[in-house]
């Protein structure tokens, strides 16, 4: 946990992409990932969406905020649902899907802005979310798209943690699916490590080469959804 919020804080949204494959390997089932990983992440971001608030872009932030929410309702049912060896596999086929889409994203030329944009990648991150934990793909693959400035990056993607986060583990709570066994021991015993991990990913991040880590990252994020795809 330690590892995956090193990356998060590094990168701006690595920690969900880590976490999850590697948490479902050991075991754990997805409704305590679900649990736990919101938790987590929406923690750890809260100092994030704090210290870059100035290069925030609200008016992107809104509306992802905005599109996640129907698209939590609509994953938590999913989990409830849908047999979880099914989701195990969908969530790691989304994984290497999201790190191929990033890599190419490094080096395609910047396209033209698209209307309700923030809105659909809201959408589909808040589905993600509460259904595997995997809030940040759809937004990751906008804001990369968009070529928002690092800090921009980092800066809407903590503040959109932070509000669909809490938005989930609310309706995880309304609707009978919040794992208590994930908020204690678990989030409590992985908070110190993930705090620091994540403290200190947003202080190594900046000075290392952000095109080399980012790559070698989204290959790690690509092999541990592969995994996790084929142990489904």
Do not use: Q
């Not at 599109?67 to 060896?85: D, F, K, T």
């Amino acid at each position: 946990m330690l590892a995956a919020a090193f990356l998060g804080g590094v990168t701006g949204f690595g920690y969900s992409l880590v976490a999850t494959p590697l948490l479902l390997l050991l075991g754990f089932s997805l409704p305590f990932v679900v649990t736990v990983n919101l938790a987590l992440a929406f923690v750890t971001r809260i100092s994030v969406a704090y210290r870059f608030r100035s290069h925030l872009s609200r008016r992107r932030v809104t509306g992802l905020v905005a599109g996640s929410i129907p698209g939590l309702w609509l994953g938590v049912a999913v989990l409830e649902a849908v047999p979880e060896s099914t989701i195990k596999l969908c969530a790691g086929v989304v994984v290497m899907a999201a790190a191929l889409l990033l890599w190419r994203a490094e080096s395609a030329p910047p396209p033209r802005e698209v209307r309700g944009a923030p809105l659909a990648a809201g959408l589909a991150g808040g589905f993600l979310g509460s259904s595997t934990s995997l809030n940040g793909v759809a937004p990751v693959l906008l804001l990369a798209r968009d070529r928002a400035a690092p800090r921009s990056f980092m800066a809407d993607l903590a503040l959109y943690f932070v509000a669909s986060n809490g938005i989930g583990l609310l309706l995880l709570l309304a609707e009978g699916a919040l794992e208590s066994d994930a908020l204690a021991p678990a989030f409590l015993f992985w908070l110190p490590g993930s705090l620091l991990g994540n403290w200190a990913g947003t202080l190594i991040g900046p000075r290392l080469p952000e095109l080399g880590f980012r790559r070698a990252t989204l290959a790690l994020v690509f092999a541990a959804g592969a995994v996790t795809a084929l142990a489904a």
